[in-house]
């Protein structure tokens, strides 16, 4: 089923996304070689408390910590551990909160020190394919044009986007109705309505989208060994486009 938000429902999810994004800066800002994926994670924690929030990954479907942090070419759902970062790694944040029942849910990747043209790029194409999709987010649209605005930022670039992953709808649960696929052809699948919620996530993947599992069965990586990146904003369809929440 796919819930539409009154306003005071999105003031308080806006309120969640808000967190999210300053936290997921303050640690932008700790990114450095020598930091541990651990590390990250205890910061993360701690500031979602200091904000009021409850951390919205940590416990779900038993997943063990606060913070995703996915290096190199770790698509998603990373473990943070004693990993420590190293010059020229890339490295994909992901997080959630809660706040009064409802969720925010956002992601970023960022460089350690100087890193390759080719992990640049990528990650400035996976941000404008975000951007991209952002804006399709309208109502009177339907779902699979965000997918395809994604997909045709990136396809020209020659890199990949992941399929068995996806945005999704959110609001008092993490994932809602409806799935948001990074691709495909316009004009199908769900109509968007004002107070639709979706969480929009391109996972772009420099070589192939084949994606391996690994023994902890949370962490995604390419199957090619290839670097992959990650973003993610939630925004809500309104009568006047799309409200980037938290921004």
Not at 81 to 96: K, Q
Not at 178 to 197: I, S
């Amino acid at each position: 089923m796919i819930y539409s938000k009154s306003m005071s429902e999105l003031q308080t999810m806006n309120r969640c996304n808000a967190l999210v994004l300053e936290i997921l800066e303050k640690l932008k800002e700790r990114i450095a070689p020598g930091i541990t994926t651990g590390d990250l994670d205890r910061m993360a924690e701690e500031w979602t408390l200091a904000g009021g929030a409850k951390p919205a990954f940590k416990g779900y479907r038993g997943y063990p910590a606060t913070l995703c942090t996915s290096v190199n070419d770790q698509i998603v759902h990373g473990i943070p551990g004693s990993r420590r970062l190293r010059e020229g790694d890339i490295i994909g944040l992901d997080m959630g909160v809660i706040i009064d029942g409802y969720y925010g849910d956002g992601a970023t990747t960022v460089p350690v020190g100087r890193v390759s043209d080719t992990a640049r790029r990528l990650m400035e194409v996976t941000a404008r394919a975000l951007a991209m999709g952002i804006e399709q987010t309208r109502a009177g649209n339907h779902v699979s044009d965000i997918g395809h605005a994604v997909q045709e930022e990136v396809a020209p670039h020659g890199f990949s986007l992941v399929r068995e992953f996806t945005g999704h709808g959110i609001g008092r649960a993490l994932h809602e109705d409806p799935q948001v696929p990074n691709y495909g052809e316009p004009g199908r699948g769900p109509k968007l309505t004002e107070g639709m919620v979706l969480a929009i996530e391109p996972m772009v993947c420099e070589g192939r989208c084949e994606v391996v599992m690994a023994d902890d069965r949370w962490t995604a990586s390419t199957a090619d060994g290839r670097l992959s990146a990650h973003f993610e904003r939630s925004v809500a369809v309104t009568a006047n486009g799309p409200w980037l929440l938290g921004a």
